[in-house]
C-alpha cells in the first residue's frame, strides 16, 4: 500500500541554520503530498501541501518540492528560529480510505 | 477561526472502565476521524466517519468502538479500557473525501490507563 518514509529525529539545530528533512513516498500514481507540523502541547495542522508533480509548496519559510523522479517531499527552511521546534509529519492520501497515511513524525529542537 | 475540540486533556482511567472522548467541530464537515499516536509509531487511524451514523474501521480498530449521531461529533469508545490503550488520542475533522483537503485536529487527550 502507500506509505511513507521519514528521516528519523531528533533533528538538533542552532538558530538560523539551514533546515531538511527527508521524505520519501510510495503510492499508486502521483497524490498530493502534505507536510503538518505539531507545535509542544497541540494537535497537528498543516504546514504546506502540494497538489501535484513539481509543485512547491510553501508557508512560514518552509518549502517542499513534489519530485516525482525521486518520489520525495523533502522539507526545507533557509533559517530556523527556536519558534520552529516541533515534530514535523509528512503525508499522503490513503489509498483505500478517504484520509491519510502519516509518516512516523521527526521532531526538531532548535537551540538559541 | 477552524476549530476542533476535545472533551478532554488528561485522562486517567483503571483497567476495565469505560471510557468516552468526545470530539467536536465548528465547521460542518462531513469526515471526522480518530488517531493514536504513540512515540515511534506515528499516527494511526482508529476509525473515521464520513456522515452522521456512518463509520469505517481503519488501521487499528480493535478495542474501540465510535458513535455518531449528529454531524458535529464523533466520540470514541473505549469498551474495556486495557493498559496497552495508554496513548495520545487525537480527533480531525475535513469537508469532504477529496484526496487535497485539509484535515483540522483537535489538542488530543493524553489517556492513562492504570
Known amino acids: 500500500g502507500d506509505s511513507v518514509t521519514q528521516m528519523e529525529g531528533p533533528v538538533t539545530l542552532s538558530e538560523e541554520a539551514f533546515l531538511t528533512i527527508n521524505c520519501t513516498y510510495t503510492?499508486?500514481?502521483?497524490?498530493?503530498l502534505f507536510w503538518y507540523v505539531q507545535y509542544p502541547g497541540e494537535g497537528l495542522q498543516l504546514l504546506l501541501k502540494a497538489t501535484k508533480a513539481d509543485d512547491k509548496g510553501s508557508n512560514k519559510g518552509f518549502e517542499a518540492t513534489y519530485r516525482k523522479e525521486t518520489t520525495s517531499f523533502h522539507l526545507e527552511k533557509g533559517s530556523v528560529q527556536v519558534s520552529d521546534s516541533a515534530v514535523y509529519f509528512c503525508a499522503l492520501p490513503s489509498s483505500g480510505y478517504s484520509t491519510l497515511t502519516f509518516g512516523k513524525g521527526t521532531m526538531l529542537l532548535v537551540s538559541p | 477561526d477552524v476549530k476542533v475540540t476535545q472533551s478532554s486533556r488528561y485522562l486517567v482511567k483503571r483497567t476495565g472502565e469505560k471510557v468516552f472522548l468526545e470530539c467536536v467541530q465548528d465547521?460542518?464537515?462531513?469526515?471526522m476521524f480518530w488517531y493514536r499516536q504513540d512515540p515511534g509509531l506515528g499516527l494511526r487511524l482508529i476509525y473515521f466517519s464520513y456522515d452522521v451514523k456512518m463509520k469505517e474501521k481503519g488501521d487499528i480498530p480493535e478495542g474501540y468502538s465510535v458513535s455518531r449521531e449528529k454531524k458535529e461529533r464523533f466520540s470514541l469508545i473505549l469498551e474495556s479500557a486495557s493498559t496497552n490503550q495508554t496513548s495520545m488520542y487525537l480527533c480531525?475533522?475535513?469537508?469532504?473525501?477529496?484526496?487535497?483537503?485539509?484535515?483540522?485536529f483537535g489538542p488530543g487527550t493524553r489517556l492513562t490507563v492504570l
Open positions: 480531525a475533522s475535513s469537508m469532504t473525501s477529496g484526496s487535497t483537503d485539509t484535515q483540522y
Open positions: 503510492a499508486t500514481g502521483y497524490p498530493s
Open positions: 465547521m460542518d464537515h462531513e469526515n
